[in-house]
């Protein structure tokens, strides 16, 4: 889950900034999944063009369309014209464009997205996801948080929050009724209509100021080679600076196991960072922004000797799994567990009249080797099934075993 902020080099992200894209620029979003511990998580990247980088797509879905930003911006300028909402018509035309990843997001829902990258926020901690028929499902539960005291798990599904029913809701609204909106204030009250089978109960929960540790580090030594294990739950500022010390700091002869089980993305510089870690310079990834291809390169003096499993599974996505992709294409890295997520969709923001902001898919990222991640996912080099399990770890320490040690 959700420290300084990584910008993508000006030479990957091109020319000058799009009048209605300034202000967004310094907002600094591009969704891959919600997390309603506050915000969203997925592949965000700032740049100086303002031209963020998302990984978006769930698998077996067709490619989706692209809203026309000139068409999304002239509504929402004419409803504005007319006393109109123009976040309203806005929403209005990317419904309508088939754009699966473009939405309108309010003002204060991209706020309190924009503050979750810094690793704190107001919420109940708990990471929300779109299930079948248009529910809302819990997909992880923080520990220690206000719902995991309450006994909320996993699976359990949100009927409603505060009465209002979140099914067939956009995740990013529901998640914003979760924190409170703009202003969400510790030790507010907020009540869940929940689901668990056929139980149903309401959950009166407190907001509360969480912290979120996106990675933890420990070692392994129950095994040759003794293994440090860096487990990373998303891209969030510093998340890259902090997988480079973990790199650094693993003592001589044992393997890195780099975990992004469950890993829903986050920023892309970050994801581009903690590439760096393990690579000394060249590509990471490239997209294309409308047409035109840029470039996105890990920085030069990266550890290419110590040996590196990466572990995924289904829910690894977007940034994860770009940096996935770029590890197996260099051949840094041999991937192990299940078929990852699938999203690859680049998304640019919009600042509208109101405030709000629309996000429109733009393109699409590859891998080094020219593989596009949307739709198809990253197929791991080791197939295990129920990656998220004990068995999926203990079969990528035995490939580390069989690599060797670092030297």
Known sequence: MPGPCLFVPPAASGGGTPRRTRRAAALT???????????????????????????????????????????????????????????????????????????????????????HLD????????????????????????????????????????????????????????????????????????????????????????????????????????????????????????????????VREAPRGDGILLDLRGNSGGLVTEAVTAASAFLDGGLVATYDDRGEQRVLEATPGGDTRTPVVVLVDSGTMSAAELLTGALQDRGRAVVVGSRTFGKGSVQMPSELPDGSVAELTVGHYKTPSGRSVDGAGIVPDLRVDGANGGGAERRARTVLSGLGGGS
Do not use: M, N
């Open 29 to 115: 979003l591009v969704f891959a999944s919600v997390l309603a511990t506050g915000a969203a998580a997925g592949s965000w990247g700032d740049t100086p063009s303002g031209r963020h980088q998302a990984t978006a797509r769930i698998p077996s879905r067709p490619v989706a369309a692209a809203a026309d930003a000139d068409a999304v911006e002239a509504a929402a300028v004419a409803a504005e014209q007319d006393g109109k909402s123009a976040s309203a018509a806005a929403r209005d035309v990317v419904s309508r464009s088939g754009d699966r990843w473009g939405a309108v997001y309010s003002a204060s829902e991209y706020e309190g997205f924009r503050r």
């Open 119 to 246: 690793g704190a926020y107001v919420g109940v901690g708990v990471a929300a996801r779109r299930a079948s028929g248009g529910q809302i499902a819990v997909d992880r539960v923080q520990p220690g948080s206000p719902a995991a005291r309450a006994g909320i798990r996993s699976g359990d599904r949100i009927r409603t929050v505060d009465g209002t029913s979140a099914t067939g809701r956009p995740v990013t609204e529901v998640v914003s009724w979760l924190r409170g909106g703009r202003d969400g204030i510790p030790g507010s009250r907020v009540v869940l209509g929940l689901q668990r089978g056929e139980r149903r109960w309401s959950q009166t929960l407190r907001r509360a100021r969480l912290a979120t540790e996106p990675v933890t580090v420990d070692r392994l030594t129950d095994r040759e080679p003794d293994t440090t294990r860096v487990k990373v739950e998303s891209f969030t500022r510093g998340t890259g600076e902090r997988v480079r010390e973990a």
